[in-house]
């Protein structure tokens, strides 16, 4: 059973950069037709779908973050990144990565999740 | 952009039926997908491809999808069903995946 563990800062200034990596165990990262993704919940809110890549690379972003979001796979680490950019108070959540193993818009494992806030 | 509507609350004796519903424009024209958070830990999926059940999960979990709604039922309640309860779309048009606000169920 693939396990899953963010990591990353909980504190990230306004405007800065918002880096999370998410540790893959019991499997690797580069079992084709997997797909590896973050997940975002505000404080007392729903979720929100940030984006997802394949194995092979290809990505999947939410079209309201693509343009401050990369996504990324390092096989040599078995492990996906997160970056945001830009990040303001609405970007504070607790953050989820995620595999899929039927397709990028099903969420079969998720990690415990880790709350990052953007501070002024 | 798509929208998917649950209802905030479902209430329900342990031992019955609990239905929780979603409902989107032609919403069985699409895959519906179902998760649980139980308070303070991350989403579980309960229910995928709109009837279909993880490995993992009870036979109480079932689920099905027309028209315009699509339905979680979860038979038998127990108390530890007690949590918040999403269902999910990809909507093609949009190009995202879509989520709705989220159903918690109290059982009672």
């Known amino acids: 059973q693939l396990q899953l563990q963010e990591s990353g800062p909980g504190l990230v200034k306004a405007s800065e950069t918002l880096s999370l990596t998410c540790s893959v165990s019991?499997?690797?990262?580069?079992?084709?037709?997997?797909?590896w993704g973050w997940i975002r919940q505000s404080p007392g809110k729903g979720l929100e779908w940030i984006g997802s890549?394949?194995?092979?690379?290809?990505?999947y972003y939410n079209p309201s973050l693509e343009s401050r979001v990369t996504i990324s796979i390092d096989t040599s680490k078995n492990e996906f990144s997160l970056k945001v950019t830009s990040v303001t108070a609405a970007d504070t959540a607790v953050y989820y990565c995620?595999?899929?193993?039927?397709?990028?818009?099903?969420?079969?494992?998720w990690g415990q999740g880790t709350l990052v806030t953007v501070s002024s | 952009s798509y929208v998917l509507t649950q209802p905030p609350s479902v209430s329900v004796a342990p031992g019955n039926t609990a239905r929780i519903t979603c409902g989107g424009n032609n919403i069985g024209s699409k895959g519906v997908h179902w998760y649980q958070q139980r308070p303070g830990q991350a989403p579980v999926l309960v229910i995928y491809y709109d009837g279909d059940r993880p490995s993992g999960i009870p036979e109480r979990f079932s689920g099905s999808n027309s028209g315009n709604t699509a339905t979680l039922t979860i038979s038998r309640v127990e108390a530890g069903d007690e949590a918040d309860y999403y269902c999910q779309v990809w909507d093609s048009r949009s190009a995202r995946v879509v989520f709705a606000g989220g159903t918690k169920l109290t059982v009672l």
């Open positions: 890549v394949y194995y092979s690379g290809n990505t």
């Open positions: 995620d595999y899929g193993a039927v397709s990028y818009s099903i969420f079969d494992v």
């Open positions: 019991g499997g690797s990262i580069s079992n084709t037709n997997y797909y």
